[in-house]
């Protein structure tokens, strides 16, 4: 058993350090550098927090959208669906014109929107868009 | 590695040229796929300031050569569009060691997230964006069928269908899956538009953040290693793009001003009506490009070819414009 305080918890007293104790007295081109390893430490530290059951809720959508069930512990299983619905949609399998459209749409965005939670919360979109 | 003998050598090799003296050699900032180095010289008695772009230890694939990007930059200049003065060009490696060329160095500041914040850049906001849309047609007044420009690429079957058979082809060549992008390359296949009456030259990265701007005017266009044969609305789509306003999301026109005056100056010159419903398509497209752009970008450092944690970060780009095709995708219907 490790000891606390672990990775997520170092990371971001780490960055928070840096941010306010190192970053101010930079001169002018080492600030875009020195925010590019803040962001990577931040990132870092929410991964480390993220929910792992995300990858189950994902595994088990994909297999309902494929319509098909997965072997249990399958490490490459996230992997492995995800390629074999990039290829049906790329197939036109989830046209606007068939009934798993709206379904793989909302999964889409699910799953980019998960990921964005880790690396850029601020961009998720609500409602859609913000777009015109 | 010093460049300093090889250029004053090459220089003084020039028939034109008697005395030189070099006063300053700076590599500048930034450029993943080429050098660009300060150069200050004195040159049979005249001070020239001039920038030497030169080959970085990485290039992409399906950018232009430096002896191509000199040609372009020749075609431009006259045509009227606003570049930096192309001087020479060296393919001959015996001087750097690498094919080089020397523009004149223009003025002002190219940092996208600084002139999207400050009102009075280029005159002001209206009129920098009527200026740039005056800039782009002026690069599309270039017609297909050049000699100059021969090595250029000829998109087929269609701009768009060309597109996004290598968009899907960089997919397959990358690891992982990724099948909101294949949404969007699906999308943007069943929505293709036909092929154009005319190809133009499409400048293929014109955007805030590639021209030179100063508080009084725009003072060059920049970046044309990625010019090819194409749709002039691919480049209205790159520059509207809501990935290329630096945050300024509101500023529909490159995060500048109103797309309207953007469109105002294009037609100006052009005096032909932009299609504004078919811009979406073509914005779409963008994002998907800069997508793949990311994905490559982060397998150069992932592949442990290149490692940079710039080149990390730009992966992490991608859900972000992944969630820009779902909503644009969305919104436009179809497919």
């Known amino acids: 058993m490790r000891d606390n305080p672990q990775a997520d918890d170092l990371l971001k007293i780490a960055e928070a350090t840096f941010r306010e104790a190192i970053l101010p007295h930079l001169p002018a081109d080492k600030k875009y550098t020195a925010l590019m390893i803040a962001n990577a430490m931040r990132i870092a530290a929410r991964q480390y927090g993220c929910d792992e059951n995300e990858a189950e809720a994902e595994i088990a959508a994909l297999s309902e959208l494929l319509g098909q069930s997965v072997v249990d512990n399958d490490p490459d299983a996230i992997k492995n669906l995800n390629k074999q619905f990039a290829e049906a949609i790329r197939s036109g399998a989830f046209a606007s014109s068939n009934k798993g459209h709206n379904k793989a749409r909302k999964h889409l965005l699910l799953c980019v929107q998960n990921r964005l939670a880790e690396v850029n919360p601020k961009a998720i979109s609500e409602g859609g868009n913000d777009r015109r | ?335």
């Not at chain 2, 772009?53 to 002896?67: M, V």
């Not at chain 2, 000199?70 to 060691?97: H, M, R």
């Not at chain 2, 529909?252 to 100006?268: K, L, N, T, W």
């Open chain 2, 1 to 335: 590695m010093d460049i300093q003998p090889g250029i004053e050598s090459y220089l003084l090799y020039l028939d034109e040229v008697n005395t030189v003296e070099i006063t300053d050699l700076r590599l500048l900032s930034g450029g993943a796929i080429q050098q660009n180095w300060l150069l200050d010289v004195t040159v049979n008695g005249t001070s020239l300031e001039t920038v030497l772009r030169t080959d970085s230890t990485s290039s992409l694939e399906d950018s232009l050569s430096r002896a191509q990007e000199y040609a372009i930059f020749k075609k431009a200049f006259d045509a009227g569009v606003t570049v930096p003065e192309p001087l020479w060009l060296s393919v001959d490696p015996q001087w750097i060691g690498k094919p080089f060329f020397i523009m004149r160095r223009v003025g002002g500041t190219a940092a996208g997230h600084k002139i999207v914040r400050n009102d009075a850049m280029g005159g002001s906001r209206k009129v920098l964006a009527s200026r740039l849309g005056q800039e782009l047609a002026h690069i599309h007044s270039i017609k297909h069928g050049q000699a100059e420009l021969d090595f250029l690429a000829l998109p087929t079957p269609t701009p768009a269908l060309h597109r996004v058979a290598e968009y899907r082809a960089a997919l397959d060549a990358s690891n992982m899956p990724q099948p909101t992008l294949e949404w969007g390359l699906y999308w943007l296949e069943q929505n293709a538009p036909d092929a154009v009456s005319e190809l133009v030259l499409c400048h293929n990265d014109f955007r805030t953040g590639n021209y030179m701007v100063t508080e009084q005017s725009l003072t060059g266009v920049l970046d044309w290693e990625f010019a090819a044969w194409g749709d002039p609305l691919v480049d209205i789509g790159w520059f509207c793009a809501k990935c290329w306003r630096f945050g300024a999301v509101e500023n529909e026109a490159g995060g500048v001003s109103h797309r309207d005056d953007f469109y105002d100056g294009y037609e100006q010159v052009t005096g032909v009506r932009i299609d504004r419903n078919a811009v979406l398509y073509w914005e779409v497209m963008a994002t998907m490009r800069w997508a793949i752009i990311a994905i490559k970008q982060g397998d150069r450092h992932i592949s442990g070819r290149e490692p940079s944690l710039e080149l990390a970060l730009t992966r992490h780009i991608v859900p972000e414009l992944e969630q820009d095709i779902l909503n644009m995708t969305q919104e436009a219907g179809n497919a």
